[in-house]
T-cell receptor
Framework: GESVGLHLPTLSVQEGDNSIINCAYS??????FIWYKQESGKGPQFIID?????DKRQGQRVTVLLNKTVKHLSLQIAATQPGDSAVYFC???????????FGKGTKLSVIP | NAGVTQTPKFQVLKTGQSMTLQCAQD?????MYWYRQDPGMGLRLIYY???????DKGEVPNGYNVSRLNKREFSLRLESAAPSQTSVYFC????????????FGPGTRLTVL
């Protein structure tokens, strides 16, 4: 079946440093990938997405990289700030599927 | 715009009781979803409604029913609550079902004793 997993369950970074959160996925037919941020007690918040016909997409302070050869997705956060502390989830849709499959999440802690 | 709203925010039930979780969105989205999130885990899809008038099972539908009341509202019902249904429930919506961003509500924290 489909699975989306994360290499690192926790990540601690110094304020101002760059953060990289990784995600492995198993469904090579997926065509849409998303990163969500979830703060304590809140619902997931969309950060950035990428289609399978791209390998890189940039937003404000965030970049998502997609390597379809090794089925790997990463989220890069530049100049990490205390407000970036949260759990980050990657998710993907299966080809032709309405369902998002979520990874278990990585907790990012920013050290002031 | 309020986005996606959910009621109630918290609920405690006894085993066997029933209840309905309400969800509404004001973004004119076609598709709506119900997820549950258990500690240390990602979200799992319970049911979804790709468009008004349709509903389909997700990954973990057992013990739940849904109703797409209109384009704005999508409710989740627990007919006979069980302790295994203790979880945080999130509603989400998206413009289209297949390849469009889902926007989430704030969640309902449900405890079944």
């Amino acid at each position: 079946g489909e699975s989306v997993g994360l290499h690192l369950p926790t990540l601690s970074v110094q304020e101002g440093d760059n953060s990289i959160i990784n995600c492995a996925y198993s469904n090579s037919a997926s065509d849409y990938f998303i990163w969500y941020k979830q703060e304590s007690g809140k619902g997931p918040q969309f950060i950035i997405d990428i289609r399978s016909n791209m390998d890189k997409r940039q937003g404000q302070r965030v970049t998502v990289l997609l390597n379809k050869t090794v089925k790997h997705l990463s989220l890069q956060i530049a100049a990490t700030q205390p407000g970036d502390s949260a759990v980050y989830f990657c998710a993907q849709t299966g080809a032709g599927s309405y369902q998002l499959t979520f990874g278990k999440g990585t907790k990012l802690s920013v050290i002031p | 715009n309020a986005g996606v709203t959910q009621t109630p925010k918290f609920q405690v039930l006894k085993t066997g009781q029933s209840m309905t979780l309400q969800c509404a969105q004001d973004m004119n989205h076609n598709s709506m979803y119900w997820y549950r999130q258990d500690p240390g885990m990602g979200l799992r899809l319970i049911y979804y409604s790709a468009s008004e008038g349709t509903t389909d099972k997700g990954e973990v539908p057992n013990g739940y029913n849904v109703s797409r009341l209109n384009k704005r509202e999508f409710s989740l019902r627990l007919e006979s609550a069980a302790p295994s249904q203790t979880s945080v429930y999130f509603c989400a919506s998206s413009r289209d079902p297949l390849t469009d961003t889902q926007y989430f509500g704030p969640g309902t924290r449900l405890t079944v004793l």
